[in-house]
């Protein structure tokens, strides 16, 4: 898809590297998923110098061939899991400094606990232009819910980011990227708009109701991977791991399968909670 103008590159990051807010205690498998600062920045500086269009999802126009990106590459979307307070003192002045405008979705019991952004940072966001979006109450896998569980993590979540924000929210990221077809079907139903998943591809589109893929930017991913990812030609082998591990995933069930991960990515203790 090299060049393609009818793609959006989703990217997913989590915490940054900030010393003023540490990922305290985290386990060494979540660690995979912690930028340093500078890393993020100059990817922010690469999207900016090349030109490329970074959008929200409804400013997604990919369909319409009379309005291709104006360098080529696939348009790019910004999103921030979990709600660290990295998110806040890193990632913020850095989307401004460009113009860009990127959804951080907020676990909302995490709100103002240890080093997770408070409400008075999330309604910063959302006046400063950013989409506030829900990643679940408690980030148990949506998956793993029953009816009524699924419900109140997706609308008590969204009530919750509505009354700090003031405005609608209607974007979600399951937590550990976990949606199925009842998940979304329900997200849809509490009101949910754009639905993101963790498949590591490019989207054709952008489609309310629609889980969009994202790819995970992750501590080892290079220079080169985060460049054919946004070019629109993003290395084989992050969708053949992803692979692997959702086989793995289906086998062993969610509780194993994340204490198997976190030993194979971090070799840390087992995590509380997955990504
Ligand atoms: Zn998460």
Same mark, same amino acid.
């Given at each position: 898809?090299?060049?393609?103008?009818?793609?959006?590159?989703?990217?997913?990051?989590?915490?940054?590297?900030?010393?003023?807010?540490?990922?305290?205690?985290?386990?060494?498998?979540?660690?995979?998923?912690?930028?340093?600062?500078?890393?993020?920045?100059?990817?922010?500086?690469?999207l900016?110098?090349?030109?490329?269009?970074v959008?929200?999802?409804?400013?997604?126009?990919?369909?319409?061939?009379?309005?291709?990106?104006?360098?080529?590459?696939?348009?790019?979307v910004?999103?921030?899991?979990?709600?660290?307070?990295?998110?806040h003192?890193? /990632? =913020?002045? *850095?989307? $401004?400094?460009? &113009?860009?405008?990127?959804?951080? !979705?907020?676990?909302?019991d995490?709100? @103002?606990?240890?080093n997770?952004?408070?409400?008075?940072m999330?309604?910063?966001?959302?006046?400063?232009?950013?989409?506030v979006?829900?990643?679940?109450?408690?980030?148990?896998f949506?998956?793993?819910?029953?009816?009524?569980?699924l419900?109140?993590?997706l609308?008590?979540s969204k009530?919750?980011?509505?009354?700090?924000?003031?405005?609608?929210?209607?974007?979600?990221?399951?937590?550990?990227?976990?949606?199925d077809?009842?998940?979304?079907?329900?997200?849809?139903?509490a009101?949910?708009r754009?639905i993101?998943?963790?498949?590591? /591809? =490019?989207? *054709?589109? $952008?489609?309310? &109701?629609?889980?969009?893929?994202? !790819?995970a930017?992750?501590r080892?991913? @290079?220079?080169?991977?985060?460049?054919?990812?946004?070019?629109?030609?993003?290395?084989?082998?992050?969708?053949?791991?992803?692979?692997?591990?959702e086989?793995?995933?289906?086998?062993?069930g969610?509780?194993?399968?994340?204490?198997l991960?976190?030993?194979?990515?971090?070799?840390?203790?087992?995590?509380?909670?997955?990504?």
């Amino acid at each position: 898809m090299t060049g393609s103008q009818t793609a959006a590159a989703v990217l997913m990051y989590h915490a940054l590297e900030d010393p003023r807010h540490p990922v305290a205690g985290a386990p060494r498998g979540e660690l995979v998923y912690v930028l340093p600062g500078e890393i993020f920045r100059a990817q922010m500086r690469l999207l900016a110098d090349s030109g490329t269009d970074v959008i929200l999802p409804e400013e997604d126009t990919s369909r319409d061939p009379r309005t291709p990106s104006p360098n080529g590459a696939p348009r790019v979307v910004l999103t921030f899991d979990d709600g660290h307070a990295s998110n806040h003192s890193i /990632a =913020l002045p *850095a989307l $401004l400094e460009h &113009g860009f405008r990127g959804i951080f !979705f907020i676990t909302t019991d995490w709100t @103002g606990a240890g080093n997770y952004m408070s409400a008075g940072m999330i309604r910063e966001l959302a006046a400063s232009g950013m989409i506030v979006g829900s990643h679940g109450r408690s980030h148990r896998f949506l998956t793993d819910l029953n009816d009524g569980e699924l419900i109140g993590e997706l609308a008590g979540s969204k009530r919750a980011l509505e009354e700090i924000t003031g405005t609608v929210v209607d974007s979600i990221s399951a937590p550990g990227g976990r949606i199925d077809g009842r998940v979304a079907e329900a997200a849809r139903a509490a009101g949910y708009r754009w639905i993101f998943d963790s498949v590591p /591809a =490019l989207n *054709a589109s $952008l489609v309310p &109701g629609r889980p969009a893929h994202r !790819f995970a930017v992750m501590r080892s991913a @290079g220079g080169s991977w985060f460049e054919r990812v946004v070019s629109g030609n993003p290395p084989r082998s992050a969708a053949i791991r992803f692979r692997l591990f959702e086989v793995a995933r289906k086998l062993l069930g969610n509780r194993l399968y994340a204490s198997l991960r976190e030993t194979l990515l971090g070799g840390g203790r087992p995590s509380r909670r997955g990504r």
